[in-house]
């Protein structure tokens, strides 16, 4: 998590960083086994390994047909291309460059072991997914900060009425502290709107726990946001539009 409680994701938040089983080739395979496990197990790429388990580099099925076509013995060697590892800690943002120069990466564990596999589309499909509901949680910040700000247009008014002497900017209060702010009487008579408090309140707290769920993680794997999350974000967010600007 970085200062501003945004989410750093990982490639040990990827699914495939951990692969339930890796299928590898050793450097004394044959072009016909790589070829084989290749198309039996519909993969892109194997991961070369030594009998220690050391990464030699990646076989593809260009590459077999290349090694076919130039070298007189047909051996793996000759199939077997460069590849790149990133660490399970790695931040995905960092290592965009390298997976867009090489298209992908094979990932290791602590004990340098190849795990699994991670390609240039799965990690801008990854930050994609998880950027979303960060995007619409910031507007939706910003928005309340905003009524909250027109409602309390001076900072000593904001200051007596959240408790909190030290404040010196709208920007500071969390989500938790708008809520707690709104769910008093005298607060929310201040916006002057004719709708439900309790139902807009409570729509703030569902905000709130779901931001809490990714600023806030310390799993070991950072869970993708579910689909209704997302919804109830951007319903949320559809109707505090309506409310910034007509009320």
Do not use: Y
Request: proline share 3%; aromatic share 4%; with cysteine.
């Amino acid at each position: 998590m970085t200062h501003d409680g945004s989410i750093v994701l990982r490639v040990a938040d990827l699914p495939c960083a951990r692969l339930g089983r890796l299928i590898s080739l050793s450097p004394t395979d044959s072009l016909a086994r790589a070829e084989t496990l290749l198309t039996r197990h519909g993969v892109s790429r194997l991961p070369v390994l030594t009998e220690a388990l050391t990464l030699i580099g990646a076989v593809d099925l260009e590459s077999v047909t290349i090694a076919r076509l130039c070298s007189r013995d047909h051996t793996l060697q000759g199939a077997i291309r460069p590849a790149e590892t990133v660490e399970l800690d790695a931040e995905v943002q960092e290592i965009l460059p390298l997976l867009e120069r090489h298209k992908f990466a094979f990932v290791e564990d602590e004990r340098s072991r190849i795990i699994g596999i991670v390609t240039h589309r799965d990690a801008i499909t990854a930050l994609d997914r998880f950027s979303a509901p960060h995007r619409l949680l910031g507007e939706i910040e910003r928005r309340l900060r905003r009524i909250i700000n027109v409602a309390f247009p001076t900072m000593n008014e904001l200051r007596d009425a959240t408790g909190k002497s030290s404040l010196s900017s709208v920007d500071e209060l969390s989500l938790g502290s708008i809520e707690h702010l709104l769910r008093r009487t005298d607060a929310w008579t201040r916006l002057g709107w004719r709708i439900d408090q309790a139902a807009f309140v409570e729509e703030i707290a569902g905000v709130r726990r779901i931001r809490n769920r990714f600023a806030h993680h310390h799993g070991s794997v950072l869970t993708a946001p579910a689909d209704e999350e997302v919804e109830q974000l951007t319903g949320f967010l559809s109707w505090l539009r309506k409310l910034d600007t007509g009320c």
